[in-house]
């Protein structure tokens, strides 16, 4: 099927069929959503996605339990499962390197993929992405949440919006709709109860990773505090740091040229443009 993101196809993977697009031609980037209510691949990457198909194969997986992949109950679902799905997911399409662009969630997982498969990874861009556990009120709020649209809107503003303007009539049904399927809500409840490396433990195993890594947040962030994006760019031994001064968890759509701009030029090899960030002020 032909999409506004590219075109889409039914992989087997584990014996569950994923719905992931396929797009462009030329050095492969995997492009991974976040783990909130009603997350998609077409949800997150439909502008930033045909941007990098232009010179790249852009690879944009729905995971396991979200969008249009299949949602079967009793699986242990989290970063885990997900970074194993994509590294067969990998082996099926033919990819031997490829590089990662991780949306809060998926961030955690493409720096999974990095620590279990260096060899593989090229380069990382990582967004939204937590370094130690939040019990932010947003965190209780996207916890709480069960399927229903006055819900969904409540979570969209109070969680990942920074501009209300963002959160539209349409935006909030496409997420309702998708976080009702049958078996989305289990997924994420899952998740949210699986357990986790200790950050003690996972800042001393990123801080291994040699990867060229672009680390992007935005300084609004309500869902993972912009402190977890400075100190992952200070363990990362070559990792750059950017970021949005006005905006949220959703700088990608509130700060969307920038974004673009900063995201094609570190995978063409442009120097970013940026100015230097006063993390002291941030903190």
Known sequence: ???????????????????????????????????????????????????????????????????????????????????????????????????????????????????????????????????????????????DYRPDRDMMREVLRECFAHDAATVTDRLVEARYALSAQPGAHEAIQTFFGAGASTPEEFEREVSALRHQTLVLHGRHDKVVPVSNGIRLAELMPHAELHVFADAGHWFPAERAPAFHSLVTDFFSGTPAHTEAVDTARLN
């Not at 996605?49 to 249009?68: E, N």
């Open 1 to 143: 099927m032909v999409t506004a993101l590219g075109t889409t196809r039914a992989c087997e993977v584990g014996g569950h069929t994923l719905n992931v697009v396929d797009a462009g031609a030329g050095p492969a980037i995997v492009l991974l959503h976040g783990a909130a209510p009603g997350a998609s691949a077409a949800g997150t990457w439909t502008a930033l996605a045909p941007l990098l198909a232009r010179s790249h194969r852009v690879i944009a997986p729905d995971f396991l339990g979200f969008g249009g992949s299949d949602k079967p109950l009793g699986q242990p679902y989290g970063v885990d499962l997900w970074t194993r799905q994509t590294l067969a997911l990998a082996d099926i399409l033919g990819l031997e390197q490829f590089s990662v662009v991780g949306n809060s969630l998926g961030g955690r997982v493409a720096l999974q993929l990095a620590l279990d498969a260096p060899e593989r990874v090229d380069r990382l861009v990582v967004m939204s992405t937590r370094v130690a556990p939040s019990k932010s009120p947003a965190q209780k709020l996207l916890r």
